[in-house]
């Protein structure tokens, strides 16, 4: 048994910052060694500073380490962001520089033509741009990046048909939880007994960003993948687990049999199967008419399962189905924290 | 001052029930002669039966009225009918028979080749067809029905675009208040926190529906408009209000600026534009961009004025945005009583 | 017909005081006259800073209307308040010092010795205090305040039995509804589906203002009542309206039934039951069993009634019952509203 | 290693019967032998007729079972039963007949003077009085109770009170999540954004069980103690977790502190406290200032801790707190194997 991994959490005291805490503190191979947060909060113990919220005690090692400032170098070959937008690029190319991998949940990276984003079982190859990117930049570490949390369970559920059928366009609808929105985020007024139509810059990202990560590398870029996407977002009264449904045109015609197949036989790559927040099946498909549902599905596969159901023909396209996907963990920590794994199971972090 | 003309309701106990005798307690020119329930409610005051949900007092007057059984003929040229689906067909047929109008929020009639479907804005044309359902079916009375609670927003909403440059196919999805069910409905321990995307035989209802509301009175019978329709539903924790989200496909290109521009000068022929119920805008166009919310939009127009927002280009077809409509006014109990109206108005009942 | 008189709203554009111009721009007596706000704010149109978010439509006059800063003096002799607590004493004091009746929903001045602290139907008498006021002040206006939002119904439900029986002691516990902190306020990752079992302050100033409130004035100075109470306050997750459960003692022995009674009689002195917002009565009995509900008995009298429900004997006390009240309405901008329209009526505002 | 125990379930596909399954599932000492249900479910797979809502999959040894009807003998030496109450005596007795300990969640014989009503850390003394019921009724089986659901919380939270400083009467009120009613339960009509201040039977329930489980036995009876308690019961828009606030007169005064140091020492005899299903502490007393929360707290010792906050002086009488219990887990089906876990610990099962 191997001397686990000392990895650092940037914006350790946010939303996103505590899932990673959550999820590293009890994590087969990485460790915490740092906590980094905002001046003010640096140089306090984590557990009289953070707003822990949750659903399980903050391990008592863990509340009493003294938050570090968010400045390089810091105790870990690995430093997973939760910085917000505002102030991660600095910060994040400052950690590069100084050597570290930077695996960012921050949106700011994420469609740098160097920067790979990823979703470990669909694009692991991605990792190859980091080469590229340590040449152009002369970093001796690098940026990855993991996609908006609407993205993942999108991009994870059309893989298997872009694989074997070729995605040609999907119509998309989402109904996306508070959670996304951070803390405090979206006021209680706004959303109780209400549906919000909108959520800023969202809709783009999910457009731009599921192109790249279903692209191909060539020539050290991604090139993206040609799927039209017309996306609509929508905040509803849910704490975790946004829903999405889909109504997709293939290139090759497949029945919904052949979908969920292709659904269930997905894999992703033997070395993306044996990390540790990989789950046996990262996209898992309920028949029961009236699922998924955010109540009940949600913590498949630790929340790294994405759960479709309802696939059936679009009368105007190939195939209508609904999603669900964990978006602070598929989405968002969890993510982080797998391709974090992939660096490891690669050799590249020992 | 003329006297008002008495009408019946028919499942009076129920929430769209009740929310029929909420209108009608108040009507300019209609007034409640009947109250029908079950025959285990027959025979006991309205007030001690019904468990009423509307958040103002249900009139004295009404509270006090034995409720009747359900078989005609009872007073009143008009019955609304509230009636469950399940036993709806019997009673209504032999009310018709019996001489009565029946309007009814029942999903039996609606797709019946002699039935009108009608939003009177769009087609108050189809009145015509009772002649021919009282020729074939030998009544003196009528069946006319009001369209399902989530068909009334979008058709409304498409029939400005059809009109002006034609709709060729939409891709909608949907987020539908609990009110949708009737009570007791959606049990709480389903949708609290929650979403559930199914609603059994909802898709099929609205793609049928709306082609035949936008279509053609042709030889006495409505030839479907050619519209291909996508829907895909859900239930979230809304109370009243169901919100859709609307991809739409023109069969001569517009902006979305000539688009509001159409939703706004939509206002249906003068007959029905003079009916009490008739709002003074059938569409609103609100430009800001979290709009229409549910809590907040739902009441333009006592509940049947339709809020339209995010007008904006479709990546895959041309126009996208997103509707809002009361589900139990414009859906149900409101869209009735306004069919109720234009009778009068065209001199039917008297 | 008189002219309407004119008034100012401070801090018009946050929660309360959109409420506050949604209740004045339909007054019969009021017509406001300056909307101020924060420095920041002023000079801009109202319609294009204020996040408007009443369920109903801001009228264009005052969309249209310039935001003031919030210095006097501004037009019209009455100031409505909605102004924050950490800086409205300053503001406050200078319109009272420039000769405006300032009619304040902030905390802050609510327990000065010589601030009347008033709910009409209660203690009208109390207007008396701003005669020492503005003698010990040197103010040609003055301040008056009304209660906390959770404090209005307590005290209403319990006036009626203290002039009947004396209130020896009451155990309260509230659930307190998401607009009574707000906006951003409660943020929904707080709320949905949870409860937050405290609000900072709330217990204390329900204990002490209610005491005011019942309390006699001797020598220019109010008396508390000597009240007993013991209050433990909750946040839930419904919009508007706070429910409380209450324990009562009483100094001489009531039945269930005299209870409800003297609620049910209870009127206020004549000089008040006249003014526009005083509703025809200030608490409704409700005997079925399950009642009040905040979706369902909240805008009785327009949101200015108290319903109280299961009035029942009490193991330990005397009574048991649960009351129900629009925070945002007879909890702070109607109750405002009311306090003003009592200075009218007593002629010290014409 | 020893065999395990088997064990059947009555009413094993309502909400509690699937709690029971699911956390029998996976019991360390007890498998399923038999899950019984209704005669129309009985014969066929548990997995196609129950409508599982637990947010784990259903174990496919299970979902396989066939469903038995609920008629004596069944595999297993206890009866763990979920059964509605207007079923639940003659079948719960009929298993007792037989030979079977039957623990039972349904409120039929709680009261019942020769029924232990348990809570193992509190009163596991009281499983004495089967003897008597036994040599009473003449049967070879016995039956035994766990409280209601909102009776757990509160008996744990005021029992190390009461053994330290006795309790002589508290006012409680309670916000009871929607589980707590059950499947299909209260309809979301009914709760969306609102509170319904009434449930039927429960403060009668909590007040006569309260004093039952913290009673003394002597000469084969239950003295109850003598607590004077008035409950007011809410139920409020959460999913899991009734909340309450308590207001305590003690006989021998106690400050918060030495209040906070009985809870966290109770711990129950040493017998239960090897019990699989007891917590390592039965209360935790949380001192943040907004703690308990439903969404933070419930899952404290899987369900089966009581969570203590807000310890303060109350203005009439001695302390003031607030309590969260998870009504699924320790107000129901945790509780009643918790008690069968006793039944094997003393011998009596084996």
């Known amino acids: 048994m191997r001397a686990k991994i000392p990895v650092a959490v940037l914006g350790a005291t946010g939303t996103v910052g505590q899932k990673f805490v959550r999820l590293l503190a009890e994590h087969p191979w990485f460790e915490i060694a740092a906590l980094a947060a905002s001046d003010q909060s640096a140089g306090r113990p984590y557990g009289e500073v953070v707003r822990w919220r949750e659903p399980v005690p903050l391990p008592g090692r863990l509340a ?7 400045t390089p170098p810091l105790p870990g070959r690995i430093a997973f962001s939760a910085l917000d937008a505002d102030v991660a690029q600095d ?3 400052g950690f590069a520089r100084c050597g570290a991998f930077v695996v960012t949940n921050t949106r700011i990276h994420r469609m740098d033509p160097d920067v790979p984003l990823m979703i470990p079982e669909i694009n692991a190859g991605h990792l190859g741009l980091i080469e590229r990117q340590r040449a152009a930049r002369g970093w001796p570490g690098a940026v990855l990046a993991n996609p908006n ?3 993942a369970g999108l991009a994870l559920a059309l893989a298997p048909l872009h694989t074997a059928f070729g995605v040609e366009k999907a119509f998309v609808t989402t109904l996306q939880a508070v959670s996304g929105a951070g803390y405090p985020g979206i006021p209680s007024l706004d959303i109780l007994g209400n549906v919000i139509p909108f959520i800023g810059g969202e809709e783009e990202k999910m457009e731009r960003e599921t192109a790249k990560i279903l692209g191909t590398v060539r020539d050290g870029a991604v090139e993206p993948a040609p799927i039209g996407l017309s996306v609509q977002c929508n905040r509803v009264a849910t704490v975790d ?27 992703g790559p033997e070395i993306v199967r044996g990390l540790p927040s990989s789950p046996a099946a990262p996209v898992e498909v309920d028949l029961r008419p009236d699922r998924p549902q955010p109540r009940l599905d949600l913590e498949r596969g630790n929340g790294m399962t994405v759960t479709v159901g309802r696939v059936r023909p679009c009368p105007l396209l190939d195939l209508r189905f609904v999603l669900l996907s964990h978006n602070t963990i598929r989405g968002a920590a969890g993510a982080a924290v797998q391709i974090g794994e992939l660096l490891v199971a690669e050799g590249r972090v020992e």
């Not at 009493?64 to 968010?70: C, F, K, N, V």
């Not at 829903?243 to 049999?257: F, H, I, K």
């Open 64 to 70: 009493g380490m003294t938050i570090a400032r968010s």
């Open 91 to 93: 910060i994040e190319q």
């Open 241 to 267: 687990g946004h829903l999405e449904t889909v109504s997709v045109g293939l290139r090759r015609r497949a029945t919904p049999e052949e979908a969920v197949a292709a659904m269930r036989e997905f894999r």
């Open 149 to 151: 949390c609407s993205t």
